[in-house]
């Protein structure tokens, strides 16, 4: 199940948001605050889905997986996305797990948030993606 919220604030292409979690109340919350930061977020339910679009060929300028999901975990999906070439997207993974930072930081992930992320954690991962973004565009 996808659902996606855009908001069309601002004169720039919005940021690209995908959410990779099984657990409703956990995306519920992130996608709330990505549409708060006027990011343009799709959720997905585990890692085969995020791969999935991929392949179809949609693009995201960040990535926020969980680690622990049905049918493919975040670790597995990241190293599956990265294997498929695609070097510019931000992966955050994010997990209350102990051992979360060290799996998803092994699959190809940039950077490693404990749960329960903070909305400043957030815009500041934002707004490096969209300096990063501008810059290259």
Do not use: W, Y
Request: a negative charge; aromatic letters at 4%; glycine letters at 8%.
């Amino acid at each position: 199940m996808a659902s996606i919220i855009q908001s069309n604030e601002g004169s720039s292409a919005p940021t690209r948001a995908l959410v990779v979690e099984d657990i409703k109340v956990d995306c519920v919350i992130l996608m709330h605050m990505l549409h708060k930061l006027q990011c343009e977020a799709t959720a997905v339910e585990n890692g085969k889905e995020a791969v999935d679009l991929f392949v179809e060929g949609k693009t995201f300028d960040i990535v926020l997986s969980d680690k622990d999901m049905p049918v493919m975990s975040g670790p597995e999906a990241v190293a599956k996305i990265r294997a498929m070439g695609a070097t510019e997207v931000r992966i955050v993974g994010v997990s209350a797990d102990f051992g979360g930072r060290e799996a998803f930081m092994r699959a190809g992930a940039d950077v490693f948030v404990p749960k329960p992320v903070k909305l400043e954690t957030l815009r500041s991962m934002l707004e490096l993606v969209t300096s990063k973004k501008n810059m290259s565009g």
